[in-house]
C-alpha cells in the first residue's frame, strides 16, 4: 500500500498554521527532545548505522553522528534568544521618523531529504535548524540505510507529535513524491544529478530549495608546509567514514619537485593512522565497492603507480590520466589521486578549470598565497592546513556554490534560511504627511 504523504503533509500544514510563531520556550523544548533522543539511544543508533555499513567505526559513529548533533543543538538552544531579536534597519534621512526593523518568521513546513553517508547526523542537523526558527518538519532518509532510517521511524514518535516531526521511509519512487510536496522550503543533501531533479520537482511549487551536493574536494600542497604535517591532515580527511565523506579531500595536487617526498610523508600517516581490525567502515554496499575497485584497477590497467595498504586504508594512485573514472566522477572512496602541477598557479588554474567544489583544502602558511586563493577560486569552503574540521565549526554556513550546492546551513545561517527575513516599517504617529504624498513638492525630486 503507498502511503499518503498528503494526509501526513496537511497534519504539518495545518499545524504551521495554527502556530505561525512558536516562543523561544517551545523551539528550546523541541531542540532539547531532539538532544535526549539523540543521547538517550546511542547505542541503538551506534548498532543500526554499523549494521546498514556492515561495519562501521564505533568512534566515528559517536563523534561524526552523535556527537555533531548534540553539539548543533547545543549551540542552537544557547543563541536562539539572540536569533529571534527582530534587527533594527536604519532609516533614510527624510523617511524619519519612521523605524525599520527586520523580523524572522517561520517558514512553516521544511521537508528534508537526507544521504546514507552520516545517516544521523545528515537527517538531524537540517532539522536542529528548522525547529530553532520555529519550523516543523518531514524527514526522508535514505533507503541504502534502512536499519538508521527504520530507527528514526521509531524513535520520532516517542518524542514529537505528527504535527512537530514526522518521518517517511521509501525508496526512490517515494523519495521523488515527496520532493513534489509543496513544502515552504526543501533541504536535500546527495549527488548533483538527483539534485537537480529535485530542484525541477520543487520549483513547480515555487519551493526554494537547499541543495547540499558534493563533487570533487582538491587538497593543494604548498612547498613551504611541512609535509607529514599536511600529510597527516589529509589522510584523517579521506580516512574518515573511508572516504564516503562530502567534504572527504578527493584529490591532491602538489609541486612535482615534492611529489615523491608528498607521497612518502601520505604512505607513512596511512600506516600511523590505520585502524585497528574492528574499528574499520566499509563502503555502504557491494555497487559503492565494486565501483572503488573498478577505479583502482583501471588505473592500474594503465600503468599508474599505486601504494595499497589494504581494503581499509587510503590507496594512493600516482598522477593518473585525466580521462581515467577515478579522476571523471566523485571517488567518495579510498581512492587517492596525487597530481604533480608545475606550481601553485598552475593548481589554481587546474581547480579553476574544474567545477566549483564543495570544499577547497589548501596546505600553506604564505599569507600571499592564502589572499589569493581567496580572491582567485569559488568554493563552498576555503580551509588552510586542515581537513573537515571547518564543518564543526557552527558560526560558519556550510554549504556549496555552483556544482556543490545552494545555500548553507548551520547555526545562525541555517536558522536565517529556514526563516523569512521579514522587512517591517513603522510610520512614526505624527507623520508630516505634507511631505510625502502629492501634491509632491518641488524639492522631493531633488532628492
Ligand atoms: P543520491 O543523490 O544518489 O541519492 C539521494 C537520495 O535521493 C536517495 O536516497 C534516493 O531515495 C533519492 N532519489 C533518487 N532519485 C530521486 C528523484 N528522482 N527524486 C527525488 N529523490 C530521488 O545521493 P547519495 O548516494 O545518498 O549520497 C551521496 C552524494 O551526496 C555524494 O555526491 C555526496 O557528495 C553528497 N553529499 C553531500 C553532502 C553535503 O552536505 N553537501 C553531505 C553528504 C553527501
Request: proline share 6%; glycine share 6%.
Amino acid at each position: 500500500m503507498t502511503r499518503d504523504l498528503t494526509g501526513d503533509f496537511q497534519t504539518q500544514r495545518q499545524a504551521a498554521d495554527q502556530q505561525p510563531y512558536p516562543i523561544l520556550k517551545i523551539r528550546r523544548d523541541r531542540l532539547a527532545r531532539l538532544a535526549r533522543m539523540t543521547k538517550h539511544h546511542q547505542l541503538d543508533i551506534i548498532r543500526a548505522i554499523q549494521t546498514d555499513f556492515g561495519q562501521r567505526s564505533d568512534v566515528e559513529i559517536r563523534i561524526a553522528e552523535i556527537s555533531a548533533v548534540l553539539h548543533a543543538i547545543r549551540y542552537a538552544r544557547r543563541h536562539l534568544w539572540r536569533w529571534m531579536r527582530p534587527g533594527m534597519a536604519s532609516m533614510p534621512l527624510r523617511l524619519l521618523p519612521a523605524r525599520a526593523r527586520i523580523a524572522p518568521q517561520p517558514l512553516g513546513v521544511i521537508g528534508v531529504m537526507s544521504p546514507w553517508n552520516y545517516p544521523w547526523s545528515l537527517a538531524l542537523m537540517p532539522i536542529v535548524d528548522a525547529f530553532a526558527a520555529g519550523n516543523v518538519a518531514m524527514l526522508k532518509p535514505s533507503e541504502h540505510t534502512a536499519n538508521t532510517s527504520a530507527l528514526l521511524k521509531r524513535l520520532v514518535p516517542q518524542y514529537f507529535t505528527p504535527e512537530e516531526l514526522c518521518v517517511v521511509e521509501g525508496g526512490v519512487e517515494m523519495a521523488r513524491r515527496f520532493s513534489e510536496l509543496p513544502f515552504d522550503h526543501l533541504v536535500f543533501t546527495g549527488s548533483g544529478a538527483v539534485g537537480r531533479q529535485v530542484a525541477q520537482a520543487a520549483a513547480r511549487n515555487l519551493t526554494p530549495t537547499t541543495l547540499e551536493l558534493g563533487g570533487k574536494s582538491p587538497a593543494m600542497v604548498a612547498s613551504d608546509v611541512d609535509l607529514d604535517q599536511a600529510a597527516a591532515a589529509i589522510i584523517f580527511g579521506k580516512g574518515m567514514n573511508a572516504g564516503q565523506t562530502c567534504i572527504a579531500p578527493d584529490y591532491v595536487l602538489v609541486e612535482s619537485r615534492h611529489l615523491s617526498a608528498l607521497v612518502t610523508a601520505l604512505s607513512n600517516a596511512i600506516v600511523q593512522q590505520r585502524p585497528n581490525d574492528h574499528a574499520v567502515t566499509h563502503a555502504i554496499n557491494t555497487t559503492h565497492q565494486d565501483r572503488l575497485d573498478h577505479m583502482l584497477q583501471e588505473a592500474r590497467d594503465h600503468g599508474c603507480r599505486i601504494i595499497d595498504h589494504g581494503a581499509h586504508a587510503p590507496a594512493l594512485i600516482i598522477d593518473p590520466h585525466q580521462e581515467l573514472q577515478v579522476m571523471r566522477e566523485e571517488i567518495f572512496g579510498r581512492c587517492l589521486p596525487i597530481i604533480g602541477v608545475s606550481d601553485m598557479a598552475a593548481a589554481v588554474s587546474y581547480v579553476n578549470a574544474r567545477p566549483h567544489p564543495l570544499a577547497l583544502y589548501a596546505f600553506t602558511h604564505d599569507k600571499g598565497l592564502q589572499q589569493q586563493l581567496l580572491r582567485t577560486t569559488h568554493s563552498g569552503a576555503l580551509v588552510f592546513n586542515a581537513t573537515l574540521l571547518h564543518h564543526a565549526v557552527p558560526s560558519l554556513p556550510f554549504g556549496g556554490v555552483g556544482e556543490s550546492g545552494m545555500g548553507a546551513y548551520h547555526g545562525r545561517h541555517g536558522f536565517e534560511r529556514f526563516s523569512h527575513l521579514r522587512g517591517v516599517f513603522y510610520q512614526a504617529k505624527r507623520t508630516p504627511s505634507h511631505m510625502l504624498y502629492p501634491p509632491y513638492r518641488r524639492w522631493l525630486m531633488k532628492l
